[in-house]
């Protein structure tokens, strides 16, 4: 069983700053890439940001040069720093990771996992 535990949603108001952090842990094996999806109400599932284990970032027009990504190999945790932010940053944010999950016989499968979602909403 593979676990993504998200932190850092909340209030804050236009033109400020949020971190989120997204760990993985459990019968993950190895991770190829992690990074964040967002979805505001009536409107689609989007990337927002991800990065390889390589450490190669890609970026969602929309966010460029206001977002960072990066990660964090050892804890198999990604983080968004999101800056200057603007209402049209509101939406659930999720955390996503391509990696490979080792079963209890030992075998390894190549899968996409999603966290939960956090809630991110800026507003005056």
């Known amino acids: 069983q593979v676990q993504l535990v998200e932190s850092g949603g909340g209030l804050v108001q236009p033109g400020g700053s949020l971190s989120l952090s997204c760990a993985a842990s459990g019968s993950i094996f190895s991770i190829y890439a992690m990074g964040w999806y967002r979805q505001a109400p009536g409107k689609q599932r989007e990337l927002v940001a991800s990065?390889?284990?390589?450490?190669?970032?890609t970026y969602a027009d929309a966010v460029k040069g206001r977002f960072t990504v990066s990660r964090d190999n050892a804890k198999n945790t990604v983080y968004l720093q999101m800056n200057s932010l603007k209402r049209e940053d509101t939406a659930v944010y999720y955390c996503n990771v391509d990696g490979t999950e080792r079963t209890v016989l030992g075998q390894r499968y190549r899968r996409t996992f999603w966290g939960q979602g956090t809630e991110v909403t800026v507003s005056s």
């Open positions: 990065i390889t284990s390589s450490g190669i970032a």
